[in-house]
């Protein structure tokens, strides 16, 4: 049962009733059980490792940022949810996915760094899970930034691959160019610049809508507002790092 887990005592149960309520029928009756048992897929510290390199870049170079990383279940293109994602420790399972989105939430602790525990996840299969990067900024605003920030913040990025991988590899890696700016439901965002106001994007859906920019291409001087606060602003990483999750041997 422990390794079959919940569908395997769903099935025994099913099988025992039936078999009582028909002791007399002569044919053996036969039932397959399909479950996916939890597999090791890595190790804590090399998952933690990432956000702690991360959070250890100098503070100018990351004030304001911060570092996300999503899941999803491929070939299923399932939510990350779906794979059970989680880290068993020796107190218990640790589940390692938001229920609300895809994000991939790891606990940063001492204590779990010095034991190390598996992560282990629900994979059929050939199945993987996929993860992508995002670096998102915190405005000072919520509703608004100008286009000095938004150049900033291209900075910061480029200097946190500098000191991430060094001077050399990082002047062969192409910088930071881009914003993408998730405007809520129902609202506008305009670049305002000199009494001229520029309509950028009229989201009148249901759902939040990306708009990518670069900010060299607008004067220094020019405000980016929205009139709702946006749902999230982010640095597009140069060459959109990803990595895989799988079983391993």
């Known amino acids: 049962m422990r390794k079959h ?7 025994t149960c099913c099988l025992t009733a039936f078999q009582q309520a028909h002791a007399e029928t002569p044919e053996p009756e036969d039932i397959e059980v399909h479950a ?3 597999v090791t897929v890595q190790t804590y510290q090399a998952v933690a490792r ?13 004030a304001n940022l911060s570092l996300h990383v999503l899941g999803r279940l491929q070939p299923q293109d399932a939510p990350l949810k779906a794979s059970g994602l989680h880290l068993q420790t020796k107190n218990g399972a640790i ?6 989105n895809d994000e991939l939430t790891v606990p940063l602790t001492e204590a779990l760094w010095a034991e190390n525990p598996p992560l282990m996840a629900n994979l059929p299969a050939e199945s993987f899970i996929g993860f992508t990067f995002q670096i998102a900024v915190s405005p000072p605003q919520p509703d608004q930034f100008t286009d000095a920030q938004a150049r900033h913040w291209l900075r910061q990025l480029n200097n946190c691959m500098e000191d991430i991988v060094g001077v050399i590899v990082a002047f062969m890696l192409p910088d930071a160019h881009r914003l993408i700016v998730s405007v809520a439901p129902h609202s506008r965002l305009e670049a305002v610049n000199t009494d001229q106001t520029q309509l950028l994007l009229d989201n009148q859906s249901d759902a939040p809508q990306n708009f990518v920019f670069r900010p060299q291409d607008y004067a220094r001087s020019t405000l980016f507002r929205s009139t709702r606060a946006f749902k999230k602003i982010l640095v597009k990483i140069p060459l959109d790092p990803h990595a895989k999750m799988k079983r391993k041997s």
């Open 5 to 11: 887990g919940f569908f395997w005592l769903l099935a």
């Open 36 to 38: 996916t048992r939890p």
């Open 50 to 62: 990432v956000f702690r390199r991360f959070n250890a870049l100098p503070e100018q170079d990351r």
């Open 95 to 100: 589940p390692l996915f938001n229920a609300d």
